[in-house]
């Protein structure tokens, strides 16, 4: 019988059973509505449906980032002069991004991709490899994408400029890989005892391919990669009462709305792109900062948490 050459250093690689396996049975019915919605016709890619996907992944999403100032209060003792400089800091970020979009989106496009890849492979915890997490990341793009290159052309475009749409064929292309590798992430996820995330992705791989772009995205934004979030703060800022916790996520997602409305009226050029387009925008603003926090959070927990033997190690999603 074959044994491994040394079991034990195998044996310290394997991370904790079903480590960030979070699933809840909501997705897998809006997964179905979505399914049975194609199947008989709907048309999910009509102008209206459009924009209620893009109000269905703001409504669900955006408030998965509200809680990032609380969660670093947590993390570490403020004083209110430094917290004071934490939430500036935030918000110069995300004005910035904003401004960006107006003055050169194209870079600001390619900013927002790059960050999603990352950010999206944080999901992916249950890997160690972070090539392969930052692969399974940017499978989410890739796979609407390959499955819609004229639909997110267009978007690209309506978010930037007709070059944007060199972005979208250099996607297309590398999509395959990108899609190759994150099956290998699957499997071992799955192998890992993460069973639910593994499924759960693989079969919004395979819907983000099939349906209108903005709705698959909306699928994965908020019935996956939000509430994954979300379940890990909660814990985290246990303390909270609900009646708190509610008003925190709907006051600061009302607050990036209305911020990014502000700066659109107070712009000097009012080219003003479709909602849908609008809305990935204003996304990207608050995602820069969230990303950014999120990943300090994630690195100071997984220090905290795994520091002594060397098998848990930092991990970072890319990096
Ligand atoms: C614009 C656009 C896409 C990309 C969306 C991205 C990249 C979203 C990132 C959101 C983040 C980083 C949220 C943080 O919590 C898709 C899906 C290809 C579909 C076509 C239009
Ligand atoms: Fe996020």
Redesign the pocket.
Known sequence: MATAPYPELLAKRRVPQGRGDIVYPAYWLAAAALGLATVLGVRLDASGAVTLASIVFIGG?LP??AYDIALLRRAVTLDRATLMLAVTGYAIITLLMALLWMIVPLVALML??A??AV??GEDWQMLDEPLLRCAAGAA??AA??IGHPA??ST??TM?SDPRASVIAQIITAAAPVALLVTAAGVLLAWRDGSRGWAAAMALCFVLLIVLP??W??ALF?VFL??PR?LAQTRVALNDMSLTRWLTTGAALSLLAIFGWLAMRWLAPARIDPPFVAQA?QM??SV?VP??LLSRWLQRRLDRAIHAPPIIFQEKTACA
Request: charged share 5%.
């Open positions: 999403g998965h980032g927002f991709l960050v999603a950010h999206f989410v793009i609407a994408t639909e997110v978007l690209f978010m772009p903005v698959g995205f934004f990669h939000s979030h990935f996304l990207a995602a969230h990303l």
